[in-house]
């Protein structure tokens, strides 16, 4: 089956700009989610979709990021404005069903966002 | 809330066994992941533990005491490609199993 996909691979804008990612999850994936991943750290959860529901987004900077899933399968997160520390790499990943079990997540190549 | 430790960085040599330590805190449990992560790559998949003892799959193994709240990942035979980061992760139950990761442990081997 095709994996998740996600563009742009790699990004570079200024500080103040604006920048969106896109993600295509696996199809028939429900739950998708958006991470954010610091250099040397682990993911972070952004967001997560049920559908085309969210279902948390406590630890997304809503002064700054937004996400829609809008037909509930593909998905958009924007950054407006950018600022130094946003640079990161951004990772989707998408699961069947609130990823239960050993089938639960599979991880798109992500979008590394250098903010400069 | 959840907690999830493992070590910063570990070094061994190619051919040799190296053990990755994970402690988890959290409320309620709905097993534990580890993934691998090459240096500009997404995580891959390498176990799931729900249930005590070990899990063998080839070269890694997944250990997993649920009482004392860790988990160890096992490489044997150890070669150059291993060299990457190793997340544990643990889904949050409270919370549409959201996935929690730990900072990572990066993994250096050398000949």
């Known amino acids: 089956e095709a994996g998740v996909a996600q563009s742009p691979r790699y990004k570079i804008i200024e500080k103040r700009q604006s920048v969106a990612f896109w993600c295509n999850p696996i199809s028939g994936h429900a739950t998708l989610y958006w991470y954010q991943q610091i250099l040397g750290q682990g993911p972070k959860l952004l967001i997560q979709?049920?559908?085309?529901?969210?279902?948390?987004d406590s630890q997304l900077p809503k002064d700054r990021f937004s996400a829609e899933r809008l037909k509930g399968v593909d998905s958009t997160l924007k950054i407006q404005p950018a600022k130094l520390e946003d640079s990161a790499v951004y990772l989707c990943a998408s699961s069947l069903d609130f990823g239960q079990g050993r089938d639960g997540y599979t991880f798109g190549s992500g979008t590394r966002l250098t903010v400069v | 809330g959840q907690n999830i430790d493992q070590p910063t960085e570990m070094t061994a040599t190619e051919g040799a066994i190296v053990q990755i330590n994970c402690t988890y805190q959290t409320s309620g449990f709905n097993g534990l992941f580890w993934y691998q992560q090459h240096a500009g790559e997404a995580p891959t998949f390498l176990s799931y533990?729900?249930?005590?003892g070990l899990e063998e799959k080839g070269r890694f193994s997944s250990f997993l005491s649920r009482s004392k709240g860790y988990s160890y990942l096992l490489l044997k035979e150890l070669q150059m490609k291993d060299s990457a980061s190793y997340l544990c992760a643990v889904p949050f139950s409270g919370g549409y199993n959201k996935l929690i990761f730990g900072a990572g442990t990066r993994l250096a081997v050398h000949p």
């Open positions: 979709f049920q559908n085309n529901g969210v279902v948390d």
């Open positions: 533990n729900v249930l005590d």
